[in-house]
């Protein structure tokens, strides 16, 4: 079965870190894009993280750059997500998807998406 599974998602204060975790099975992640998305509730899902699967090159929107940061472990068939200085804004369900970047845009064509893990930035 090929799925990607999402976690490492929890409470944390402003200004704290939490690190996602996306998990490739029955597929190898090395050969795809990757990209981190969220979705808060009432609003859209968008991209904010890529990165690439040739030569590692990222790509963050402006809202989380400097804050997050994308890697891969291939040999754990693993892309991360660590994200600092969090703020209540980044409160969403977070999901990772196989991407491309698009006039600035981190968009995928998939179908159906994983169940995602939430984030919850709050005093």
């Known amino acids: 079965q090929v799925q990607l599974v999402e976690s490492g998602g929890g409470l944390v204060q402003p200004g704290g870190s939490l690190r996602l975790s996306c998990v490739a099975s029955?597929?190898?992640?090395?050969?795809?894009?990757i990209g981190w998305f969220r979705q808060a509730p009432g609003k859209e899902r968008e991209g904010v993280s890529f990165i690439d699967d040739g030569d590692g090159s990222t790509y963050y929107v402006d809202s989380v750059k400097g804050r997050f940061t994308i890697s891969r472990d291939n040999a754990k068939n693993t892309v991360y997500l660590q994200m600092n200085s969090l703020k209540p804004e980044d409160t969403a369900v977070y999901y990772c998807?196989?991407?491309?970047?698009?006039?600035?845009?981190?968009?995928?064509?998939?179908?159906?998406w994983g169940q995602g893990t939430q984030v919850t930035v709050s005093s």
């Open positions: 998807a196989p991407a491309d970047v698009v006039h600035g845009l981190i968009i995928s064509e998939i179908d159906y």
């Open positions: 029955g597929f190898t992640l090395d050969n795809y894009n």
